[in-house]
Each structure stands twice: as C-alpha cells, then as structure tokens.
C-alpha cells in the first residue's frame, strides 16, 4: 500500500510540474520537486523531463542541462530537451554531438533524431549562423536521413523568406550569405537526388528577384533547370557523388564564379532542381518564376513599342 501510494503521489507531483511547465513557471516547478524530496517521494524520469521542459519554456537553459544530469539513462526525449537546451544557448555543435551520439547507439528514435534536426536546423538559421545549420544538413545526410517537407518548410520560415502581404522587414538584411546557404541548400538534395518543396523553390526564386543583380540572374537560370518531381520513387544515393554524367558545376559555384562562366552556360551542364509542386503551390510557383523571367519582361517592352494604329 505504501508503494502503491508513492506512485500515486509520484504521478500527482510530476502532473503538476507539467502544468507548471505549460505555464512557464520553473520557479513553481523546483518548489513541487522540493517538496516531493522532502515528503521523501523520489522524482523519476518522466518527473525530470517535465522539469526541463519548464526550464526551457523559461529560457532557464542551464538550469535544464544540471536536471538532465541528474538522469540516469536518459530517454530519447530526454535527449530532446538537451538538445533544445543547447540550442537555447547557441551550442549547435554540442546539440549535434547528442543527436550523433544517440543515433549511433540507438537512444533516439528515427522521429526524434529527425526532430531534433529540425530543432538544430530552424534554431542555427534564425540566429544567422549558417555555419551550423550546414554543418547539421550534413550530418543529416550523412546519416541517411531525408529532409522532410517540414523540415524545407522550417528552412524557408526560419529565413523569413516569405512574409504575409504589408509585413515590414524588421530582421537585419543579410541577404548575400542567406543566397549563399540556399544554393548549398539545393546542391546537397541534388547530390542525393533529392525533392525540393514548391514552397522552398519559389522562396529561393522570390528571394533572388528581392536582391536583384547577379542572384536574381541565378534564379533566371535555376528556373529553367527545373524538372518535375512528382515521381514517388524517392531514393537516397549512398555514394554521395556525381555520376559521369552528372552535372559541371554546382549552384554554390555559378553564384561564386559567375563572371568566369556566363560566356559558357549553353556548354555546360547545370544541375537540375528537382521540384515537387502540389496544387496549393501551383499559383505561387508561378508568381516566383514571373519574378525572376527576364523573357517576360523584354517581351513586355517591346509590345508596349509596337505602334498602335
């Protein structure tokens, strides 16, 4: 009976420290596991975890990392809390060690792995470190893993790459180095033959028609690389690497090195832009090409030339 009622009181105590975590207040969340130490109920796994989740819902970061030592073989969602916990602090490369770690001895699920990517991923990019978050697309691909449509979806909302009608930029303007992680963006899925999203496309598209100049040319170019990615035979290529038949170059280097290529685009082999595009995606689609086509618009002058009778 005793047993029986230190489980009951375990349960009562870790339900409300989840509540104290849903509200923010790890202040009230210490004070119950306090309380529980003193009527001599020992916190368990699920009753840390809930006392991390509420110190990182305060932003209290450190305070998550010496809870989790506490635990004795942590979870997979235990390791999903240090992870956000050193996201919380900008440590990417310790919250990819973690992710590493547990995907090598099993300790994470495939959700949860491919979780906390996303977590690492969409936290690197709105700090502006793309350093990390390249680094975390790697070890993603390495790892077998496949960027999921949230995942392209968390890259171009991170970015703040496409923003409702009448919203005002208030985010620093780092627009160069932004390209420049987009177009490594779509040379890592055309390395492993992979989709990109309608929704990413057009962002990559409106973003190069925003900056103007040699990205928007880019844009032009990478616009008449797409090809339909509505077949469902989606594979990972192991190898990592081109075919011989593969393509010349890569976007990363026509965007670095465009001055020495431009006089030789019809002889050299671009990479496609595998682009899957579903029906909601149609009309944006659309709109980011118009942005980017430099056709449309010589087209447009020269009618406005011809002479009306």
Known sequence: QRTAG???????????????ASLGDYERAFELVSRMNFAGVKPNMKTLTSLMGACISSEKYDYAMDVYKKIQNPDGYANTLIVRAHCGIGQYDNAL???????????????????SYNYITR???????????????????????????????FVVDSLGLITKRGASETAVDDGNEKF????????????KKLMCSGHLYAAILSEGARLGGLERKICSIISGSKIDGSQKDVHIDET??????????????????????????????????????????????????????????????????????
């Open 123 to 153: 936290s690197a990019l709105r700090s502006r470190d793309y350093a990390a978050a390249r680094k975390t697309m790697d070890n993603l691909l390495q790892n077998n893993f496949i960027p999921s449509k949230k995942t392209l979806h």
């Open 240 to 309: 990592g690497t081109n075919s011989k038949d593969g393509p010349d170059i890569t976007w990363s280097q026509l965007l670095r090195d465009y001055a020495q290529f431009k006089d030789r685009l019809d002889e050299i082999e671009l990479p496609p832009v595998r682009v899957q595009i579903n029906s909601r995606e149609i009309r944006q689609v659309l709109f980011a090409e118009r942005g980017v086509s430099y056709r449309a618009r010589r087209s447009k002058q020269l009618r406005s030339r011809v002479p009306t009778n």
């Open 6 to 20: 230190l489980m009951e009181n375990v349960q009562l105590y870790t339900t409300a420290i989840t509540a104290a």
């Open 97 to 115: 060690d973690i992710v590493q770690s547990a995907n090598d001895e099993r300790l994470m699920s495939g959700k949860q792995i491919m979780t």
């Open 180 to 191: 420049e992680f987009l177009m490594y963006l779509l040379d890592s899925l055309e390395g």
